[in-house]
């Protein structure tokens, strides 16, 4: 509030995704792909002060937005991700709650956890956010 009083402007937050192993040019494409995201979201949502990475995906998903590098990077990760998939798609199916999910996939809670935080530093995506898993779940139904 302070900046944008004294200097009478209107200041908004974008946080990226932070992208890992990563190859050649492919910051490029990812950082593009996620300014364009960023571009529209404000053109519509120009209210929003402080805009995630979750938000802003979930809201260009809905808008169908062109995010293919982005999906076709996370979908990467989910892929090469061991039971990654099978515990997203439970996750949503429990409302997030880890014991529920954990019993249902016959896993200890810890074991479920490190694949979590596993996922978490190979895709920047938190699945403990309902932002995440929610974003990571419609991208597997439209795999």
């Not at 009478?8 to 050649?24: A, D, P, Q, R, Y």
Request: glycine residues 4%.
């Amino acid at each position: 509030p302070t900046i944008e009083s004294d200097f009478g402007m209107k200041l908004t937050v974008f946080f990226g995704n932070s992208w890992t192993k990563l190859k050649g040019d492919e910051l490029r494409i990812y950082f593009d792909n996620e300014n364009s995201l960023f571009s529209e979201f404000i053109h519509y949502k120009a209210d929003e002060n402080l805009i995630s990475f979750s938000q802003a995906i979930l809201w260009g998903l809905a808008h169908r937005s062109n995010l293919s590098a982005i999906k076709s990077k996370i979908l990467q990760d989910i892929n090469e991700s061991k039971d990654i998939r099978d515990i997203i798609v439970t996750m949503w199916e429990e409302h997030g709650n880890l014991v529920q999910t954990a019993q249902k996939l016959f896993i200890h809670r810890n074991s479920l956890q490190y694949k979590l935080d596993k996922f978490a530093s190979l895709s920047g995506l938190n699945l403990k956010k309902l932002d995440d898993l929610a974003f990571c779940y419609l991208l597997i139904l439209t795999d």
